[in-house]
């Protein structure tokens, strides 16, 4: 369902910028959003190259002057953040709020043998983008278990640790199936 949406997302912002803007100008942004990924602007060409498994969340401000100074002639700013990048911006900041899961991870050398449990429930595939959304206004705590309390609790014993992680969920939080 999310490769669809996202497949149907790429296949509209590509119909708006070739779909309504003349031949001789189309190099320039009229009337098509400023895209980001992982904090770089690309153009709508570079956005060919990414898969929607490869993104973790896609976020659109629209109508607003902040981005005006970046284009004055767009419509908006599609800003997106890749799995790989979201990983390394969440892990870095339970590293600061946690010596254990930073020893852990520094010790372990990556998180695959990390289950992630967010509020009580097991993060399945695209977890990503769920735990990038925590910050210092909604985070509340991280416990690290090790793989007999994770078998026990959640029944998992794939994964040699787990990481319970406690936060409210962030109003503009997307709403996903899983």
Known sequence: M?????????????SINYGQTPAQESKASKGVPVIF????????????????DDIA???????NMAYRHLDSNAIGVVYIETKQFSKKRFLNYFNSKSSEFKHLLMSEQSDDNFLYILNGKVLGKGYEG???AINDKNFKSITVINNKELANKYGNTEKNFGILIVADVPENAPKRKE
């Not at 969340?57 to 109508?63: N, S």
């Open 130 to 132: 769920k735990l990038t």
């Open 57 to 63: 969340t896609i976020t659109v401000y629209k109508d």
């Open 37 to 52: 990924v992982d904090s770089i602007r690309i153009s709508q060409a570079d956005m060919q190259k990414y898969k929607p």
């Open 2 to 14: 999310k490769q669809i949406i996202l497949t149907l997302f790429f296949l509209l912002i590509y």
